[in-house]
């Protein structure tokens, strides 16, 4: 019963759920990366569980040809394989969708509805008769469905195939399973389904200069070209990946081909607290150093972190966030360390943060990172998140230019020590408000005391308000200093703008979408979008050239906008809030709801 | 100014090392601590080690955390690099700068509320790193400057300067580093300065972590009766285990030993520790017997010192992580980027 039998070519959502633990996100991941290798623009979004196995998982596959890689909430096909979440997988099918599940067993009555399309493929019988073994019949049920999806959305079998042999090229067994299975399933649908559904797949050429890479692996792959030596961590949801990509990474390129050692020290910490003391040891001595971890791991950092602020030692800090507070939901996205990092520790203290939007700026905010901390000697937060971190995202190709060299900021040689009369470390200070450093070992008149006590310009232990006093002051113009340095907002201006939207990191996509779909609709504003932290003039002129403006975020305490009133002259008034914070990715649908239901009636 | 002319010949003490620098050269600034606290006796002890060691001064990375004993790096080494941290946190600072510059000699000075408290877990995992540097612990079982609470090492019955009795079980460190598996465990005391300057030398040249836990009693809140920390309870309890003699690697060994009672063991630089047992069966390398040991006699109220473990085979972190001869931060940048056309062919891997 087809309500709508309008054909939609490359733009369409679909939803997988999924049992955790039954190997589904293998068969997902090979559906989304057959349609990249179509040329087409897709993104995944995994909504997974705080388990190993068992609990409900669900992955969200949109295919959209104009490269809107926001979340989107209307499924046009849903996958139900867990039958704990039938009926709410069911409910979520848009009128006029359809439902793929399994038809082994009959569908409970309860569970029909009118104005959908049940999709019946009896899944397990067929893995059943083709495998012997209780593990294969569960593994390979993915394998069968996406079989069926390959034959209901036209999917190339020529790309899929060629993707299991790269896949399984020394797991022969694995190869000739997969391929029965997949065939089994494309083959009944073929057959006893409405092959392809109205909306399906078309080769393109969209991606031919793009990959599919995850935010963290990104961001390990930018700390490796930085030429990051130690890091050191301390295993936490969603920012193990980080270190396993940066360990991956070094055992490919940093293995010293004349002498096999490791060109890098990983270590993995007890804890938070000796994570980032051992990157701050590490950039003490010169090396560029990192740690990755998130909202708790945060939380310990910050004793630490203000010692390094202080001391004025670079450090790098990855937090890929999850939702808080506490333990939260840590499988689940949100953007609310957003304060706890601005000034992360006791006393007067305050970061440079960046804000990437995508796995492309985590790998170009890395290298970015280390070049801030090492100019201002201080503490980078990179603010990644687990929907940009964890998820698979099509980007342009990264690039790179062999000409880059650290700077590693004001360092002194050996040779200007030697010219010097006397090394004092807090003074002189540059345009910057940074005094030069010295490293340990490198010449004897480098030798200075290191303290997180009280201290004053010449490196000396102090007690007097004044001596005191010039150094923190010193501190907040420095940290000043660095708003034009970092990443510049990207402003997107347009004629007849009513008002602007402020937004920072993984809401990107759905906010450009949502300006987009505002417009279709007459509703026209401006977006800037922030990606760094201390915010500089551009985003002042921003804020005063719009009366009304929108801060979209993934918080409930709206922190973006706090860090915004107190960090720049806006008032307070003109700024508004639009929240999303329940853990999943936004979608420009939460974006337009809470725009327009916030203007007067008859706007827009 | 000095009122009177000061001689030109050159005090005995005064004779320049290999290096040609005096143990003034090794001397930090005035120490702010109580007139007759242990910790400037350990301080003078530490001059005395590395003027001996002829280490040049600007090579050393001392590091500490909060506390008394915390303050005492300024006081020894001014030409050291110095890293005065936070309370507890100061092994994970060694152990990053360690991985980042392994040519450094580290030294980390920590008490026992620094160690042994706020900062057990670090301490702990820096053992299992076996993190190359020497760790001294300056322990008075005492919070000094935070005026006279228990710390984690007060012995139970040990009494506070108020008279109030500690009811907690102590952490011993010696103990705690054989569970460990840390490779060289002493303990001396800070009054013992005979015994104290060698262990320091041989815990400097020891490859891997080196704890040594220096009673050092404090005159002011446990320096009296009642205490098991005080000059005299140490001084009426403390039996040698072992005698030993350091002998570094430009020393020529010349003397004749008596194989019946003294072992040598060759360190990873060449340097020799000689050990003459004081006591009968006592093997340092021998962990369980090393245990059994201890526990016997500090059970009757012993405190056994001198160097009473250790362990040359184990390796170190740097060993462990498989890292290169010399320092990380000495990597040419080369070596470090792979470059525009490998990221082109990993890119490959992600379409």
Redesign the interface.
């Known amino acids: 019963m087809h309500q709508e039998r309008i054909v939609r070519v490359n733009d369409f959502a679909l939803k997988l759920a999924n049992v955790n633990g039954t190997g589904s996100a293998s068969a997902n991941g090979l559906l989304m990366q057959a349609i990249?290798?179509m040329g087409i623009p897709v993104s995944g979004k995994n909504l997974f569980p705080s388990n190993i196995q068992g609990l409900p998982t669900w992955y969200e596959v949109r295919v959209n040809k104009t490269g809107h890689t926001a979340r989107a909430l209307e499924y046009d096909l849903i996958v139900a394989m867990n039958a704990e979440t039938y009926a709410r997988d069911v409910r979520e099918v848009r009128p006029g969708g359809y439902l793929l599940y399994d038809s082994s067993w009959p569908l409970d009555a309860s569970l029909a509805r009118a104005d959908i399309t049940f999709l019946g493929v009896p899944l397990a019988e067929m893995c059943n008769s083709i495998f012997k073994s209780a593990r294969e019949r569960i593994l390979m049920k993915n394998i069968a469905y996406l079989g069926a999806l390959v034959a209901l959305l036209d999917v190339d079998m020529e790309i899929l195939d060629h993707m299991l042999e790269e896949k399984y090229a020394r797991k022969k067994p694995l190869l000739e399973s997969n391929h029965r299975a997949l065939r089994a399933g494309y083959d009944y649908a073929k057959n006893e389904l409405d092959c392809p559904l109205p909306f399906h797949l078309e080769k393109m050429h969209a991606t031919d200069d793009r990959?599919?890479?995850d935010g963290n692996?990104a961001t390990a792959?930018g700390c490796?070209?930085a030429?990051a030596?130690?890091a050191?961590w301390y295993p936490i949801t969603p920012a193990t990946s980080v270190m396993d990509a940066f360990k991956g990474f070094c055992e490919e390129?940093?293995k010293?081909p004349e002498?096999?050692?490791?060109?890098?020290?990983?270590?993995q910490?007890?804890?938070e607290?000796?994570?980032?003391?051992?990157?701050?040891?590490?950039?003490?001595?010169?090396?560029r150093?990192f740690t990755s971890t998130a909202g708790p791991g945060i939380s310990l950092m910050s004793?630490?972190i203000g010692?390094a602020y202080y001391a004025e030692i670079p450090a790098v800090v990855v937090d890929v966030q999850r939702t808080g507070p506490s333990t939260g939901m840590p499988t689940r996205t949100q953007q609310a360390d957003i304060l706890s990092c601005a000034y992360a520790s006791h006393g007067d203290t305050k970061h440079i943060l960046l804000f990437p939007s995508s796995p492309e700026e985590c790998f170009y905010f890395a290298v970015e990172a280390f070049e801030l901390a090492e100019r201002f000697q201080t503490p980078v937060l990179i603010l990644s998140d687990l929907d940009i971190g964890m998820n698979d995202w099509v980007i342009p190709?990264?690039?790179?230019?062999?000409a880059?060299?650290?700077n590693r900021g004001r360092v002194l040689t050996a040779a200007e020590l030697e010219a010097m009369p006397k090394f004092f470390r807090y003074s002189p200070e540059n345009a910057d408000h940074v005094a030069a450093r010295t490293?340990?070992?490198?010449?004897?008149k480098?030798?200075?005391?290191?303290?997180?006590?009280g201290h004053n310009k010449l490196g000396g232990?102090t007690e007097i308000p004044d001596e005191y006093q010039e150094v923190v002051d010193r501190l907040a113009r420095k940290h000043r200093a660095a708003a034009p340095a970092v990443p510049a907002p990207v402003i997107r201006n347009q004629a007849d703008a009513t008002f602007g939207i402020i937004s920072l990191g993984g809401c990107d996509a759905a906010v450009r979408e949502a300006v987009d779909a505002l417009g279709e609709r007459g509703i026209i504003a401006d977006y800037m979008r922030v990606r760094g932290f201390p915010f500089d003039e551009r985003v002042e002129s921003f804020l005063a050239a719009h009366d009304r403006i929108f801060v979209v975020e993934q918080n409930r305490d709206a922190q973006l906008r706090t860090l915004l009133t107190m960090e720049t002259r806006v008032s307070k008034e003109k700024l508004r809030s639009v929240l999303a914070y329940g853990g999943f990715p936004l979608s420009s649908r939460h974006v337009v709801d809470g725009i327009t239901s916030q203007l007067p009636q008859g706007e827009g | 100014m000095p009122s009177i002319k000061k001689p030109a010949v050159l005090h005995p003490h005064l004779r320049p090392n290999a290096i040609g620098l005096t143990v003034r050269d090794y001397e930090g600034s005035m120490s702010t601590l109580c007139a007759g606290c242990g910790h400037d006796s350990i301080t003078a002890a530490i001059v005395r080690a590395f003027y001996e060691l002829s280490t040049?001064?600007?090579?050393i990375?001392k590091l500490s955390g909060i506390g008394c004993s915390s303050k005492t790096?300024?006081y020894f080494v001014?030409?050291?690099?110095?890293?005065?941290?936070?309370h507890g946190?100061m092994?994970?600072?060694?152990?990053?700068?360690?991985?980042?510059?392994k040519?450094?000699t580290y030294i980390g000075v920590s008490g026992d509320g620094d160690s042994l408290s706020i900062g057990l877990?670090?301490l702990?995992?820096a053992i299992r790193?076996n993190l190359n540097m020497l760790y001294v612990i300056e322990n008075n079982g005492v919070y000094g400057l935070t005026k006279g609470q228990f710390s984690a090492s007060a012995d139970v019955g040990s009494k506070s300067k108020r008279g109030d009795a500690n009811q907690y079980s102590p952490i011993d460190p010696v103990m705690l580093g054989l569970s460990l598996g840390a490779t060289f465990i002493a303990r001396s005391f800070s009054g013992d300065k005979a015994q104290l300057v060698p262990l320091l030398k041989a815990g400097i040249a020891h490859r891997g972590f080196a704890l040594i836990d220096v009673i050092s009693p404090c005159v002011t809140f446990n320096d009296h009766e009642g205490s098991t920390k005080s000059y005299l309870y140490t001084r009426k309890h403390l039996m040698q285990v072992v005698q030993s003699d350091f002998v570094p690697v430009a020393q020529e060994i010349t003397a004749e030993y008596d194989e019946g009672t003294t072992t040598s063991v060759t360190l990873h630089d060449g340097s020799v520790v000689r050990f003459t047992k004081v006591a009968a069966d006592y093997d340092p390398r021998d962990a369980r017997k090393v245990t059994a040991y201890l526990q016997e006699h500090q059970g009757q109220g012993e405190v056994p010192t001198g160097l009473l473990y250790l362990d040359e085979d184990r390796p170190d972190?740097?060993a462990i992580?498989?890292?290169?001869?010399a320092?990380?931060?000495g990597?040419p940048?080369g070596?470090?980027?792979?470059?525009?056309a490998?990221?082109?062919r990993?890119?490959e891997e992600?379409?």
């Open positions: 990249f290798r990959i599919l890479i692996t792959l490796l070209y030429g030596t130690v050191a390129f940093r010293d002498t096999g050692t490791n060109n890098y020290c990983i270590l910490a007890e804890d607290l000796a994570a980032i003391g051992m990157v701050i040891g590490a950039g003490w001595n010169g090396a150093a004793e630490l010692l190709r990264l690039k790179w230019d062999d880059y060299r650290p490293l340990p070992g490198v010449h004897a480098g030798a200075f005391f290191t303290r997180g006590s232990y | 040049p001064p600007h090579m990375a790096p300024t001014g030409g050291a690099h110095g890293f005065n941290s936070a946190r092994p994970s600072i060694a152990s990053g700068a360690n991985a980042a510059n040519e450094l877990g670090q702990a995992h790193r972190m740097h992580n498989n890292t290169p001869e320092a990380l931060t990597v940048y070596k470090l980027c792979p470059g525009s490998a990221l082109s990993l890119q992600y379409r």
